[in-house]
């Protein structure tokens, strides 16, 4: 218990740290810009300050989470998920920090709605889809959410037929087959036959690529 608070107590003053440097950052950068024209080198110095605020952000959210995710997978195992809640702090501070980061907000919303908090676990499921609008992950997320909580089957349906369009992201094949098997089995329980037989040839190509890769196929939940 000891060895957790000090992890959470070092996560903080990581963020504090971090966010004082970027303001540091931000004062110098705006202190070279021209007060009467802000064109030319002074706006290269402010995109460059901009720059600078955005990957300080994105480095703390994933310092936060490389931080929490040994504890989830390792540590606390064998624990339900919905008895992890010594992640929401860190998770939330992940998320204002990098909105487009999207694992914190599929396991955060997990645990939110596995504890009975069902509207939070939508909400930020929603909140992800909102900030991450090409993300696979977070349209199949939002997808699951409603139907399995919400019994929601018309808005899942938008959701998981979003999941599939040409724009859309994944981090990974794995990621890809995972959520290809959750959206089939949507639209499948929906009366969308042609659509889910679509996926059953889509899940069997994604299934050869990843033998062919020798990469294996786990289960999130």
């Known amino acids: 218990m000891d060895s957790l608070v000090r992890s ?3 996560a903080l003053l990581l963020v504090v740290a971090l966010f004082s440097l970027a303001l540091i950052g931000q004062a110098s950068a705006d202190q070279l810009v021209p007060v009467t024209e802000r064109t030319g080198t002074g706006q290269a110095i402010e995109r ?3 720059a600078y605020l955005t990957g300080v952000r994105t480095y703390g959210a994933a310092v936060l989470w490389n931080r929490l995710d ?3 997978h ?3 195992e064998d624990l339900p998920l919905e ?7 860190t998770i939330n501070m992940a998320i204002l920090l990098d909105p487009q980061f999207t694992q914190p907000y599929y396991v955060a919303a997990w645990v939110l709605a596995r504890r009975g908090q069902v509207d939070e676990g939508v909400a930020l499921a929603a909140r992800g889809v909102e900030n991450n609008p090409q993300s696979g992950l ?5 997808a699951q959410l409603l139907v399995i909580f919400r019994e929601d089957e018309d808005a899942a349906v938008a959701q998981a037929e979003a999941a599939l369009a040409d724009d859309i992201v994944w981090a990974n094949l794995v990621e890809q087959y995972e959520g290809y098997a959750a959206v089939r089995t ?4 929906a009366g969308r036959e042609q659509q889910a037989a679509f996926l059953d040839a889509e899940l069997e190509r994604i299934d ?5 890769l020798g990469v294996s196929v786990g289960h999130n939940h």
């Open 83 to 89: 008895e992890q809640t010594y992640m929401m702090p």
């Open 48 to 50: 460059a300050g901009f």
């Open 138 to 142: 977070m349209r199949v997320n939002h």
């Open 208 to 212: 050869d690529e990843i033998d062919r």
């Open 186 to 189: 949507i639209l499948r329980n």
């Open 70 to 72: 040994p504890l989830f």
């Open 8 to 10: 959470r107590t070092l």
């Open 74 to 76: 390792d540590y606390y």
